[in-house]
């Protein structure tokens, strides 16, 4: 297991932008962000390859939000996200092997005017 912090979330605009960071003894691991609005389940939403040079992201992001790694430390992955939408709202977390690997405690975004 793998110990994920992260942070960086918050109260954001409609059309506003927010960069999450997740810490952790990461190396060259794929990880993976999640997030979870209140009453859904959690989805998946982005991930990168162990080296960072691979990234997929869900549909409902693809072109707003950008996974990233720091391949010089391999301590942290980061989630930009532009053009935030209310639906965007939920707590976020990240990843590392799944549904069975290691989470974070999660940063909440909220995105209301």
């Known amino acids: 297991q793998v110990q994920l912090v992260e942070s960086g979330g918050g109260l954001v605009q409609p059309g506003g932008s927010l960069r999450l960071s997740c810490v952790g003894q990461i190396g060259t691991l794929a990880m993976n962000w999640f997030r979870q609005a209140p009453d859904k389940e959690r989805e998946w939403i982005a991930g990168i390859g162990s080296f960072g040079q691979i990234t997929n992201y869900a549909e409902s992001v693809k072109g707003r939000f950008t996974i990233s790694k720091d391949n010089d430390n391999n301590s942290a992955i980061y989630l930009q996200m532009n053009d935030l939408q209310p639906e965007d709202s939920g707590m976020y977390y990240c990843?590392?092997?799944?549904?069975?690997?290691?989470w974070g405690q999660g940063t909440q975004v909220t995105v209301s005017s």
């Open positions: 990843n590392q092997g799944g549904t069975y690997g290691s």
